[in-house]
């Protein structure tokens, strides 16, 4: 089976390659924030440690810069040696360099391990993207596309859930839920074959057999710039939301904790009809609908009460799951076969990219213009970028 390249959707469940590359997806995007409800507990724990409190906050988004930094050398790598390789050492460090919190003696110790776990999740994100692209076409890569954003919101909400109840217990307990990502090791070696992508070229009819298309890095640049600008917009949710629920007054952090639980399953369940809206809306229409919905749910979160609130998270979360699985599915049709690993890492790190400056753009934004304004000012370019995708999707042949 190593050799098959899957084009019906109808077997990707049949295929212990696919279960092995979305148990995988789970481990990714949210790892950074499973830690989340145990920080107040190693603050206290570390409280005599110089920087403490700075050091302490700076655990969550510390391997997005490890991510951001080594996403493309773990591209290049895999393009270079291998992507099997780079799975499996991903997975083994992800478990170490996550567990080892558990044990370390101090802050900065703990600090070098966060960032090994971000070059784990650069590992790991940047081969499983790319062997996705290698073992599959057609619709069978366009809902493992849709399946992946699935597994990675899944996979947040069951870490972070999991994370709140063992923080009770200890605050270095949640450390212990990276761990489970060892037993991925033995699939990973049993069933991930490494591809031979020039090879599988040949055989494979049309673009997404891994032919180029004439301007495929130019392409993956603006790719790579738009696919920034959403998680730069998007991100103001889980950093932003908790402070603009807390400024309304009355139990903030468990209506945060509701929102962005509603967020999140959102986007898990959207995964799931991806092919289903790219096969009648294409890319283009499925860009349009999806920053559509990102913007009417900024829109509602200008508007008081719980059920606008609410239905505001439903839109985002469905939204971002409609819009993010094109990045990828585009790239990867696009690009030539032996450069996928490196166009997995670009995407990955502007993803990070976003992340990071999320904060830098929205808090002088909200100090200027108010939670409000900002969210209407996030409202009014993701409607620009529904329009332009509208547009797009009217130009015959426009890639």
Same mark, same amino acid.
């Given at each position: 089976?190593?050799?098959?390249?899957?084009?019906?959707?109808?077997?990707?469940?049949?295929?212990?390659?696919?279960?092995?590359?979305?148990?995988?997806?789970?481990?990714?995007?949210?790892?950074?924030?499973?830690?989340?409800?145990?920080?107040?507990?190693?603050?206290?724990?570390?409280?005599?440690?110089?920087?403490?409190?700075?050091?302490?906050?700076?655990?969550?988004?510390?391997?997005?810069?490890?991510?951001?930094?080594?996403?493309?050398?773990?591209?290049?790598?895999?393009?270079?040696?291998?992507?099997?390789?780079?799975?499996?050492?991903?997975?083994?460090?992800?478990?170490?360099?996550?567990?080892?919190?558990?044990?370390?003696?101090?802050?900065?110790?703990?600090?070098?391990?966060?960032?090994?776990?971000?070059?784990?999740?650069?590992?790991?994100?940047?081969?499983?993207?790319?062997?996705?692209?290698?073992?599959?076409?057609?619709?069978?890569?366009?809902?493992?596309?849709?399946?992946?954003?699935?597994?990675?919101?899944?996979?947040?909400?069951?870490?972070?859930?999991?994370?709140?109840?063992?923080?009770?217990?200890?605050?270095?307990?949640?450390?212990?839920?990276?761990?489970?990502?060892?037993?991925?090791?033995?699939?990973?070696?049993?069933?991930?074959?490494?591809?031979?992508?020039?090879?599988?070229?040949?055989?494979?009819?049309?673009?997404?057999?891994?032919?180029?298309?004439?301007?495929?890095?130019?392409?993956?640049?603006?790719?790579?710039?738009?696919?920034?600008?959403?998680?730069?917009?998007?991100?103001?949710?889980?950093?932003?939301?908790?402070?603009?629920?807390?400024?309304?007054?009355? %139990?903030?952090?468990?209506?945060?904790?509701?929102?962005?639980?509603?967020?999140?399953?959102?986007?898990?369940?959207?995964?799931?009809?991806?092919?289903?809206?790219?096969?009648?809306?294409?890319?283009?229409?499925?860009?349009?609908?999806?920053?559509?919905?990102?913007?009417?749910?900024?829109?509602?979160?200008?508007? %008081?009460? %719980?059920?606008?609130?609410?239905?505001?998270?439903?839109?985002?979360?469905?939204?971002?799951?409609?819009?993010?699985?094109?990045?990828?599915?585009?790239?990867?049709?696009?690009?030539?076969?032996?450069?996928?690993?490196?166009?997995?890492?670009?995407?990955?790190?502007?993803?990070?990219?976003?992340?990071?400056?999320?904060?830098?753009?929205?808090?002088?934004?909200?100090?200027?213009?108010?939670?409000?304004?900002?969210?209407?000012?996030?409202?009014?370019?993701?409607?620009?970028?529904?329009?332009?995708?509208?547009?797009?999707?009217?130009?015959?042949?426009?890639?």
């Amino acid at each position: 089976m190593s050799g098959q390249i899957v084009s019906g959707s109808d077997a990707i469940w049949k295929d212990p390659r696919a279960i092995t590359l979305l148990l995988a997806a789970t481990l990714t995007i949210m790892a950074n924030a499973t830690i989340s409800p145990a920080l107040p507990g190693i603050e206290a724990e570390f409280s005599g440690s110089p920087n403490a409190a700075l050091l302490t906050r700076f655990l969550v988004p510390a391997p997005s810069l490890s991510v951001l930094i080594f996403a493309p050398v773990a591209g290049w790598l895999a393009d270079r040696y291998g992507r099997r390789w780079m799975l499996l050492l991903g997975v083994v460090l992800f478990a170490f360099s996550g567990v080892a919190g558990l044990m370390l003696p101090d802050l900065t110790s703990i600090m070098i391990s966060r960032l090994l776990l971000g070059v784990a999740v650069a590992m790991i994100m940047t081969a499983q993207t790319a062997l996705i692209g290698d073992y599959f076409v057609g619709d069978a890569r366009r809902s493992m596309m849709g399946l992946q954003t699935s597994a990675r919101n899944f996979g947040g909400l069951l870490f972070i859930t999991s994370a709140g109840w063992l923080a009770l217990i200890s605050s270095r307990l949640p450390f212990a839920i990276y761990g489970a990502a060892i037993i991925l090791a033995p699939l990973v070696w049993r069933h991930v074959t490494e591809p031979d992508p020039l090879r599988q070229n040949k055989h494979a009819a049309g673009p997404e057999g891994g032919t180029a298309h004439a301007r495929w890095r130019m392409l993956l640049a603006g790719l790579a710039l738009l696919q920034m600008i959403t998680s730069l917009v998007f991100f103001m949710m889980p950093t932003q939301l908790p402070f603009f629920l807390a400024a309304q007054g009355g %139990d903030h952090a468990a209506k945060t904790g509701l929102m962005l639980g509603m967020l999140t399953l959102t986007g898990a369940m959207t995964g799931f009809f991806y092919l289903r809206i790219n096969r009648i809306l294409q890319e283009a229409g499925s860009y349009a609908l999806g920053y559509t919905l990102m913007a009417g749910g900024f829109l509602l979160l200008t508007i %008081d009460g %719980d059920l606008w609130h609410s239905l505001a998270m439903v839109a985002i979360g469905g939204g971002l799951a409609t819009v993010m699985p094109n990045f990828i599915a585009l790239a990867l049709a696009l690009s030539p076969a032996n450069r996928r690993g490196i166009v997995a890492g670009a995407l990955m790190a502007s993803v990070f990219l976003g992340q990071i400056l999320s904060p830098a753009v929205s808090i002088p934004g909200i100090a200027a213009l108010g939670f409000q304004g900002m969210f209407r000012a996030a409202a009014v370019l993701l409607a620009c970028l529904a329009l332009g995708a509208a547009m797009w999707a009217l130009i015959p042949g426009s890639i």
